[in-house]
């Protein structure tokens, strides 16, 4: 069975200070995708990234970037100088068949000006 | 281009009544999907269909029905609503095929159900 772990219910910061949201995902396939979505309040989903199971590069994007490594099966998200507009909740979720997606729980994270 | 839309919005229901919500995709996808959000929870899977005429059962599927009479519509139907079925609902719809590309979620509906 697929699982993804979001173990960080909440997170608060401040303005400018660095943040890591954990992902920690169980699968048996081989070759599997990695996703993750913000939902700001307004509630929308939306895309930041996918990842599969054949790259483990680091990705970085702005301020975001995503540590994969698929020794400890996790792939972690982190924002650098945190703005009050990354407050949100954040999923990480995992492919299945015919391109379902297995969600974690989500981290809300709150950043205080 | 619309991207994912769902009908309506927001809903107020009372025990036992029943209703229709209504997911459509004009980016020719094959494969839609219904989701429900809780809090705590993620988001859970309902019902899926990889293409016109055909459906299958999520991890949620008790208390709801689907039908994908047409390629760009998905249709969540509630015959009996009850209190737990109270969330928000997310519609959803990808291209198909073996790969992993982006899913496209619509704005979600909620759900009150009284």
């Known amino acids: 069975a697929q699982k993804v772990t979001q173990a960080q219910t909440e997170i608060s910061v401040v303005e400018k200070e660095d943040v890591t949201l954990d992902c920690v995902y169980e699968?048996?396939?081989?070759?599997?995708?990695l996703f993750w979505y913000k939902q700001p309040p307004s509630g929308e989903l939306v895309f930041l990234i996918r990842r599969n199971s054949f790259d483990e590069q680091n990705e970085i994007s702005g301020r975001y970037s995503w540590n994969f490594q698929k020794s400890t099966s996790s792939f972690n998200f982190t924002i650098t100088a945190s703005q009050v507009v990354d407050s949100a909740v954040y999923f990480c979720a995992l492919r299945g068949g015919f391109q379902k997606l297995v969600f974690g729980t989500g981290t809300r994270l709150l950043v205080s000006p | 281009n619309a991207g994912v839309t769902q009908t309506p919005k927001f809903r107020v229901l009372k025990t036992g009544q029943s209703m229709t919500l209504l997911c459509a995709q004009d980016m020719n996808h094959e494969y839609m999907y219904w989701y429900r959000q809780d809090p705590g929870m993620g988001l859970r899977l309902i019902h899926y269909?990889?293409?016109?005429?055909?459906?299958a059962k999520g991890e949620v599927p008790d208390g709801y029905n689907v039908s994908r009479l047409k390629k760009q519509n998905f249709l969540l139907g509630l015959e009996s609503a009850a209190p737990s079925q109270t969330s928000v609902y997310f519609c959803?719809?990808?291209?198909?095929?073996?790969?992993?590309?982006?899913?496209?979620f619509g704005p979600g509906t909620r759900l009150t159900v009284l």
């Open positions: 269909s990889v293409g016109e005429g055909t459906t």
């Open positions: 959803a719809s990808v291209r198909g095929g073996r790969g992993a590309d982006t899913q496209y």
């Open positions: 699968t048996r396939d081989t070759t599997y995708y």
